[in-house]
Structures are given as structure tokens and as C-alpha cells.
């Protein structure tokens, strides 16, 4: 059981065997076309290269797809740990290596071929990534809650004590 409405499940398995979004228009949502080369935010993907579920080649092809600047990122390892391996303590040495191109528009071996590998984590290039598009930062509040929204307990919460 997928707990979906029947519609929506079948739309969604449609979209998925017809592989509709890469064919700009081909799906509509409420009535509006989608096209993925018509979002312009920038975008960071990053894949696994020992990935057993989502090959990174397909990543890769699925990056393309978008619109704006784009990122993309090999890592090493597989499926989870492509993400969640942090980045290594300063002064130690990390087995982690990853690769990394603006634009990935050669084709996913062309650009391996090439591209250099990076010893360590991809973690601190995707901070600088994200700083450069964060704006301004503001200073954490002092206080917590508003004359709107009363604080209920104090930090961290009563949720994080419930057992």
C-alpha cells in the first residue's frame, strides 16, 4: 500500500515509465506545463559513485535538465554515505575524495575521464557554495518567541525532554 489517492499514484508511475519530465511540457501540474530547464535557481547535486539505487550517470543526466547555475558533485562512496560522510577532522587523513564540474554539459564519461578528483569531503565546497547565496546573515534573536507568538518553555523544548 502506497497510502496515495489511485489518480495520483497512477500519474506518478505514468510520469516515472514515460521518464515525462525530461520532455518539457509533457507534464502539467494544476494545469501549468512543467518544464525543469525553465528553473532558473541555482543548483548543487551531488551523487554517489558507488550509488546502488540511483546510478550517478543518471544524476548527472538529471542535472542537465535544470535551468540556472548548475553544480554538480561525484563523491566516492555509495548510496547514503555519498551524503552523510562528514567532512575529516583537521589534521587527519580522509579516504574520501570527490569530483566536481559548473555546468556538466559533456556527456557523464567524457567528464569523469577529466575531471579531477578532489581529496577529502565535498562538504566545505557546498558551504562556500551555499554562503555565497545566503545574503546577509542576522544576528540569532536574544529572546526567544514575539509579542504574537509567546515562547511555550524554554530552549531546546519540552519535546526534546519527552520520552
Do not use: M
Not at 16 to 36: F, Q, S
Not at 78 to 84: N, W
Not at 96 to 103: E, F, N, P, T
Not at 116 to 144: F, H, I, M, N, Q
Amino acid at each position: 500500500s502506497v497510502r496515495l489517492a489511485a489518480g495520483l499514484h497512477r500519474d506518478f508511475v505514468r510520469t516515472a515509465l514515460d521518464n515525462a519530465l525530461t520532455h518539457p511540457g509533457e507534464v502539467e501540474v494544476l494545469g501549468t506545463p512543467i518544464d525543469l530547464g525553465a528553473i532558473t535557481l541555482d543548483s548543487y547535486s551531488v551523487a554517489g559513485q558507488r550509488d546502488h539505487i540511483v546510478p550517478w550517470e543518471n544524476a548527472y543526466r538529471s542535472a542537465q535538465l535544470l535551468g540556472g547555475a548548475k553544480r554538480f558533485v561525484l563523491s566516492t562512496s555509495g548510496h547514503i554515505q555519498a551524503l552523510v560522510n562528514p567532512p575529516a577532522q583537521e589534521g587527519s587523513e580522509s579516504r574520501a575524495s570527490y569530483r566536481i564540474v559548473d555546468d556538466p554539459t559533456a556527456e557523464p564519461e567524457a567528464w569523469a575521464a577529466q575531471a579531477d578528483v578532489k581529496r577529502g569531503s565535498w562538504w566545505p565546497d557546498y558551504c562556500d557554495w551555499l554562503s555565497e547565496r545566503a545574503g546577509k546573515l542576522k544576528p540569532a534573536p536574544t529572546t526567544l518567541g514575539s509579542r504574537k507568538h509567546k515562547p511555550t518553555a524554554k530552549a531546546p523544548g519540552s519535546y526534546v525532554h519527552a520520552s
